[in-house]
C-alpha cells in the first residue's frame, strides 16, 4: 500500500506502480502466476497516524488502495488476497 499510495490515500506514486507492471510482466514471461496480497504489515505511515485500523473510515482507504491495484494490475494477476494472516491483524495488532 505504501509504495503506491504512500500517504494512504490521494496521489499515487506512479514510480511503484512501474515497479509492479515489470514485476508481474517479468513473472508471467517466466510463466509465472503472480499473487497478490494487498495488505500484509504495510500500512502507510499517515493512516496509521489517523488511528489505523481502528478507525472506521479505513474501510473506504482500503477500497480505494484495492481499487486502484485491481484497475493497474488485475487483469495480470492470478489471484488477490486482501489481507495476510487476518486473524492475527485483528486479534493481535
Known sequence: WPRLIPE???AVNQAGIDFYD???DGM???G???FAT????????????????MNRDIGGWFAEYA???ARE???RLHATATINEPW?????S
Do not use: M, N, T
Request: glycine share 12%; net charge neutral.
Open 8 to 10: 494512504g490515500r490521494g
Open 22 to 24: 515489470r514485476l508481474i
Open 28 to 30: 508471467l514471461e517466466r
Open 32 to 34: 509465472l502466476k503472480p
Open 38 to 53: 494487498l495488505y500484509h504489515w504495510d500500512l502507510p505511515s499517515p493512516l496509521q497516524d489517523a488511528g489505523g485500523w
Open 67 to 69: 481499487a486502484l491495484v
Open 73 to 75: 494490475f488485475g487483469d
Open 88 to 92: 492475527c491483524v485483528s486479534i493481535l
